[in-house]
């Protein structure tokens, strides 16, 4: 019987603090050193769902792990190793509390604004004439803050550098590196018949310089289309074929629920938590080429625990 992993728990040798996020649990070790649990809950509107998703925290981790591996030569990132198919370990950096949004396509939180007749989004000017999922002339960004509760909110270029959220100097090399993760990534698809339509990257200060953090090009944080078809949809006004967790917010926005206030989260049957999953492992094997191993969950718990003492120990990040 498949189990999902939607609580951590945990005391490691040298731990200092946790951090509970929507779906990622931050184990902080020592000063310098952190460990990172992708679980099975899902997020949707700033909300998680009351269910967790089979398998979905080792896809997130591994997807994050194939990317983070093929941008080291753009910039460090912050991963040391990957002890468990859920599990990361690497170094704890200061936060940016912005995260970079690039958008290379007319969809999502774009295409709702733009369709309420909103033409700029973050202090950028959006074209006119546009339609959904219609590919921008160049990509754009779109920042947003990060929020620690609640809600992530729209921000502008203008307005990080007046609150003090990063250096002009600072801000302008997050916006090259944004180009040029997006630019690999958007190759990296390529090569697998996707595109990838829009993704979000956070970024955080070590020893003086930026380094990449979390994850990259995940389900939960990037939208991918079908290359085969996309112009034809396009000409016939048909909807896209895509894989991310859209298609997890429009069942949401079906059944009455964006996360607004009021409003109450829908029961989410078996056969849909199935389809995510199944949605899931999907993409994990379009985008990296390679077949999805199921890790075992029988002893979840347990096998973190040692996996990640084990590489505790081995890069000497205990004593």
């Given at each position: 019987m498949m189990k999902s992993l939607t609580k951590t728990d945990f005391n490691f040798p040298e731990q200092r603090e946790v951090y509970k996020g929507k779906v990622r649990d931050v184990y902080f070790i020592g000063e310098d050193h952190l460990v990172m649990i992708a679980s099975d809950r899902i997020s949707a509107f700033d909300h998680i769902l009351p269910v967790g998703i089979p398998y979905k925290g080792q896809v997130l981790n591994q997807v994050a792990t194939h990317f983070l591996k093929a941008t080291e030569d753009i910039l460090p990132n912050w991963l040391m190793d990957v002890p468990d198919p859920n599990v990361a370990v690497g170094y704890r950096c200061d936060p940016i509390r912005i995260e970079m949004v690039i958008r290379g396509y007319l969809t999502g939180h774009a295409w709702r604004e733009y369709s309420a007749g909103r033409r700029i989004?973050?202090?950028?000017?959006?074209?006119?004439?546009?339609?959904?999922?219609?590919?921008?002339?160049?990509?754009?960004?779109?920042?947003?803050?990060?929020?620690?509760?609640?809600?992530?909110?729209?921000?502008?270029?203008?307005?990080?550098?007046?609150?003090?959220?990063?250096?002009?100097?600072?801000?302008?090399?997050?916006?090259?590196?944004?180009?040029?993760?997006?630019?690999?990534?958007?190759?990296?698809?390529?090569?697998?018949?996707?595109?990838?339509?829009?993704?979000?990257?956070?970024?955080?200060?070590k020893d003086g310089s930026i380094m990449l953090m979390d994850e990259i090009h995940t389900p939960?944080?990037?939208?991918?289309?079908?290359?085969?078809?996309?112009?034809?949809?396009?000409?016939?006004?048909?909807?896209?074929?895509?894989?991310?967790?859209?298609?997890?917010?429009?069942?949401?926005?079906?059944?009455?629920?964006?996360?607004?206030?009021?409003?109450?989260?829908?029961?989410?049957p078996k056969d849909f938590i199935a389809l995510i999953t199944e949605r899931y492992i999907e993409l994990f094997e379009k985008i990296t080429g390679s077949g999805f191993v199921k890790a075992n969950t029988t002893n979840i718990n347990e096998r973190i625990m040692k996996n990640t003492v084990d590489s505790l120990n081995d890069k000497k990040i205990i004593k």
């Open positions: 989004l973050c202090g950028v000017e959006m074209p006119e004439g546009m339609k959904e999922n219609d590919k921008f002339p160049q990509p754009i960004i779109t920042p947003s803050t990060k929020a620690v509760e609640g809600h992530d909110e729209d921000i502008t270029r203008d307005e990080i550098l007046s609150k003090g959220y990063a250096t002009e100097e600072v801000y302008s090399q997050l916006e090259k590196y944004t180009h040029l993760l997006y630019e690999r990534g958007t190759e990296m698809a390529a090569d697998r018949g996707l595109i990838l339509v829009d993704t979000k990257y956070e970024f955080g200060m939960d944080s990037s939208r991918y289309f079908y290359a085969e078809g996309y112009e034809e949809r396009q000409r016939n006004n048909e909807q896209q074929r895509q894989l991310s967790k859209e298609f997890v917010r429009q069942w949401l926005i079906e059944n009455d629920f964006q996360g607004l206030e009021g409003q109450k989260m829908p029961e989410i």
